[in-house]
């Protein structure tokens, strides 16, 4: 078979059975009478916001299905692949998890007394006893980009009380926060994406700033007071400014400073993560004041 | 029988899906390969058949796009309707033996489609890189819809 289709000369016209069509029948076949009538229709569902809203949603939950349905046996594939992998490596891996769980014993043996010690001094000076933080674990079903948007879609919703600006975290530090809360699915706003806005802290300087996420992998470290204290190498944590992150979690390394703009390294390695964590900090009813505020704004 | 040409008639737009739905998460290095990547079938069918791609069609694939990429619904289906509404005009200066003057149209389209997109969403560097990726992919997404173009035509 050719590689591409030959290319037909075009035989002689064939005889129309109607060679005057009515003008229903032009408008009927006409493309730009279907695009007038196509945007007319759209534009006019896409102003009327009640109607609108649940068309999204229903669109976002109905397109992250369809792609978790399509992708789904890829998926099990490269599971089926690292289990036997894990299978064939499974000695050294029980070897590695019992010295760690060794390692992991002994710090137990060590905290213990300094978290007694630390529940005293608290009662003596009366401090406020810490929220229980709840963690949710999420699959990630993809992380659709397209140059300038990057986000994860993960398994969990409603259904699993999720709620709009949740932080979600992995291991190695913060990955964003809930941006849109499906039923079953939602859509994580990573902090590398053009729409994000993280409260930050630097470590060593103690410099308040804003993380700017601008697209690509590195984002920026803007509304800094005193750019010089800044330093190459410095860590990134959150401020808890705002409300949405709780202070102190992790998020990357000042990886660069040209012309005044700071770039930060992300700990967190996007494109390996496939679970993540959604932390439960506050009360239903924060985060919904959050984001009526943050809408009349 | 009829219900069976009708499904194969369908097959161009269900390329357009794969393609979305597959390529959403690729990227060669750093630098993504959507949208682009979604632009070679339809480049390839508004070439070859466009009356395969419903206006219709198209608008409820952007719709896809746009659900799934987290941009205001019926921005890439505006997109698509306007190269389905400019294609017909411009399909008549290209020739389909002509294989390279075919590859540099793609390269004109998806550059002319991408710097709308960019002036919309305000993109840069990374869209640029993601077209030259584009350009150098069509041939080889070309020679399997073809094959596929091929794979109807027989049929129906």
């Known amino acids: ?297 | 029988m009829k219900f069976i040409a009708i499904s194969l008639k369908l097959l161009p737009l269900f390329s357009l899906l794969f393609m979305i739905m597959i390529g959403s998460s690729w990227q060669i290095g750093i630098f993504p390969l959507m949208p682009v990547l979604f632009l070679i079938p339809v480049y390839y069918w508004l070439v070859y058949h466009p009356s395969w791609l419903p206006l219709g069609g198209l608008f409820v694939v952007g719709l896809f796009y746009d659900s799934l990429m987290n941009h205001g619904l019926g921005l890439t289906s505006f997109f698509l309707m306007l190269s389905a509404l400019l294609g017909p005009p411009i399909r008549s200066y290209l020739r389909p033996d002509k294989f390279p003057l075919i590859w540099f149209g793609f390269g004109l389209f998806s550059g002319g489609y991408l710097l709308l997109y960019g002036l919309i969403i305000s993109g840069g560097f990374t869209l640029f890189v993601s077209w030259v990726n584009g350009i150098i992919l069509y041939p080889l997404v070309a020679w399997v819809l073809s094959h596929l173009h091929g794979q109807i035509q027989k049929y129906v």
């Open chain 1, 1 to 297: 078979m050719a590689l591409f289709l030959r290319y037909k000369k075009p035989g002689p016209l064939k005889p129309t059975p109607n060679p005057y069509p009515s003008r229903f029948q032009f408008w009927r076949h006409s493309l730009l009478a279907s695009f007038i009538l196509i945007l007319i229709g759209g534009g006019t569902l896409r102003l009327y916001k009640p109607f609108y809203d649940p068309i999204q949603d229903g669109f976002f939950e109905g397109a992250v299905w369809l792609q978790k349905g399509f992708l789904q046996p890829f998926h099990e594939t490269s599971v089926l692949l690292k289990d036997a992998h894990h299978f064939i490596y499974l000695k050294d891996e029980h070897g590695r998890l019992k010295l760690e769980n060794e390692h992991l014993h002994k710090e137990v043996l060590v905290l213990r007394p300094l978290a007694h010690e630390n529940a005293a001094l608290r009662k003596m000076l009366n401090v406020p006893p810490v929220e229980v933080v709840k963690f949710t674990a999420a699959r990630v079903l993809s992380s659709p980009y397209d140059g300038l948007h990057r986000f994860f879609l993960i398994e969990g919703g409603q259904k699993d009380d999720l709620i709009k600006d949740q932080p979600v975290i992995v291991e190695e530090g913060v990955v964003g926060r809930l941006e849109k809360v499906g039923v079953h699915v939602a859509r994580v706003l990573l902090i590398t994406d053009l729409n994000s806005r993280t409260p930050v802290v630097t470590s060593l300087s103690n410099e308040k700033a804003i993380l700017s996420g601008n697209g690509s992998l590195l984002p920026n470290l803007v509304y800094v007071n005193d750019v010089k204290k800044i330093q190459i190498g410095e860590q990134i944590v959150t401020s808890g400014l705002g409300g949405i992150f709780p202070p102190g979690l992790p998020v990357g390394v000042v990886d660069a400073i040209e012309n005044g703009k700071i770039k930060v390294r992300p700990y967190v390695p996007f494109q390996k993560v496939e679970w993540v964590q959604v932390l439960t900090i506050h009360s239903e009813d924060f985060y919904k004041e959050i984001n009526s505020a943050l809408e009349e704004e």
